[in-house]
């Protein structure tokens, strides 16, 4: 495995290399140099106090032996019969594992067979749709099948719903004892519902260390179990997140690329109207991080309020799409639509796989030039050929480069990605950690189902304007 730093690329965004209205200069990204200073030491300060235990995912030996143990024991105890891992979770509690797995398995994991993966399938129930769950009733033997029921809380309504239809429908098939020793809860070492309910029925559990939020755990047992039993090499990806951590530990703007791509997203966003923030990655197996980056993003700078108390509506929009499909259904807005985007293209030096284009149609003009190429020659030149595109229509772009797919480097990458995020919030003013928006929609939830607690939310919600007909068309 090549242990290797990942590229950032910042040229494409500075002003004597972009004509754009939407350019920064290095003087500009220069002028926040205190100001990274200043950051960097409320972060270290409230790092070494523990108050961003993120920063120490990284190195937590104790917690990735007992992934590593507690995951032997379940595939030992299981042996032939581990045919799948249900991972039930939602938000944070699924987006970074989905986007692990993706990035680090085979393309069609799921569909090899047995021989090959050797490891047992993996499927997400995120949505709380009752078409997709019965689906997985369909596909899943309760007794191959293993639940990872992650949630921080244990409160969140859709992986709760959704335990509560695995837990009756594997009972009634397996028996409370079985099911119970095929149950791994991910959740709060101390707090909440879900806790109270594994010290109630004994399921086997893993520790969201206190103070990490969702959106960060992906280095945690969120990301680090259902990827430990899908075959990942956890050191090597704690290793590339430990060698990030030392790359960001610098609060030299110009040489950490953590501050600095937020400096960028901050400046052009808050001086230049650049709202949107598309993730681009030119890899299928990198197509997911764009899924984790978008709730990271979001759910961290898209606030109201600034620490100091006043409305800021803070956050740009983050997009995602994927290079080369999205070049044949976004680039043409991209390009020509308003300049209110930044773009990042997330690409891979070399990838695992080679393929020859074979000569089939020499003498046909327009397919003739195809031949003789490898496939990974016509991505990396269509990559280039769009930031170019982009560059030439003044739409400013960062290039992150992987010098190949694996552990480490993926580790990299989320880590660059979560240091980027906290210090962003500190350019904002704003609490990067917490999630109030979320809160709203999940209250009104509560009180329509009637939970206790929440009746004045139903009221609300009852009382909610009925709808016009006359605004509504039908055949
Ligand atoms: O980032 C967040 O805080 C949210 O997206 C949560 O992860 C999500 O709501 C799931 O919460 P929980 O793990 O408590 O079920």
Do not use: C
Request: charged residues 25%; glycine residues 8%; negative net charge.
């Amino acid at each position: 495995m090549l242990k290797k730093s990942i590229l950032y690329d910042y040229n494409n965004v500075l002003a004597d290399k972009l004509d754009s209205p939407i350019s920064i200069t290095l003087e500009e990204i220069e002028s926040y140099k205190d100001k990274a200073i200043e950051i960097h030491k409320t972060l270290t300060a409230r790092r070494k106090k523990g108050e961003l235990p993120f920063y120490n995912l990284p190195y937590q030996k104790q917690e990735l032996d007992r992934i590593k143990k507690l995951g032997d024991t379940i595939t030992k105890e299981m042996g032939e019969r581990f045919e799948n891992l249900l991972v039930i979770g939602i938000g944070g509690s699924s987006l970074g594992g989905i986007a692990l797995i993706k990035a680090l398995t085979h393309p069609f994991y799921n569909l090899l067979p047995n021989a090959d993966r050797k490891t047992p399938r993996v499927f997400y129930a995120e949505n709380i749709d009752a078409d997709e769950i019965k689906g997985l009733f369909d596909i899943l033997d309760p007794e191959k099948t293993v639940v990872n029921i992650i949630s921080k809380s244990g409160t969140t309504a859709e992986p709760m719903a959704n335990f509560l239809l695995f837990q009756k429908y594997m009972t009634e098939k397996i028996g409370e004892e079985n099911f119970k020793k095929q149950v791994v809860a991910t959740t709060d070492p101390k707090k909440g519902t879900m806790r109270q309910i594994v010290t109630d029925f004994g399921f086997r559990t893993l520790n969201i260390p206190e103070g990490v939020g969702g959106r960060f755990s992906v280095l945690t047992p969120v990301g680090l179990f259902p990827g430990y039993l899908a075959g990942i090499d956890l050191d090597a990806l704690l290793e590339g997140a430990a060698f990030m951590d030392e790359l960001t530990k610098t609060d030299d703007l110009l040489k950490n690329p953590a501050y600095i791509n937020a400096v960028i997203h901050y400046h052009l966003h808050v001086h230049r109207g650049v709202n949107n923030a598309v993730l681009m990655p030119y890899s299928v197996a990198l197509s997911l991080i764009s899924d984790w980056y978008r709730q990271l993003l979001a759910e961290s700078l898209g606030k109201k309020w600034a620490l100091t108390g006043e409305v800021v509506y803070a956050g740009q929009t983050p997009i995602k799409a994927v290079g080369a499909i999205d070049q044949h259904s976004q680039v043409q807005l991209y390009r020509e639509g308003p300049f209110d985007k930044i773009f990042t293209i997330l690409s891979v030096e070399n990838l695992n796989n080679f393929l020859n284009l074979p000569s089939l149609y020499e003498k046909y003009e327009g397919l003739s030039y195809l031949g003789g190429h490898t496939i990974n020659e016509l991505f990396n030149a269509e990559k280039k050929a769009t930031i170019l595109a982009l560059t030439k229509s003044g739409r400013p772009s960062i290039e992150i480069t992987l010098p190949e797919i694996n552990p480490h480097t993926i580790g990299q990458v989320f880590y660059l990605y979560e240091v980027q995020t906290v210090f962003a919030g500190y350019l904002y003013n704003i609490n990067s950690l917490d999630q109030p928006g979320v809160e709203a929609g999940k209250q009104y939830t509560y009180g329509m189902l009637g939970r206790k607690g929440f009746e004045d939310m139903k009221k609300e919600a009852d009382s909610f304007p009925a709808k016009d007909e006359k605004f509504i068309i039908k055949g």
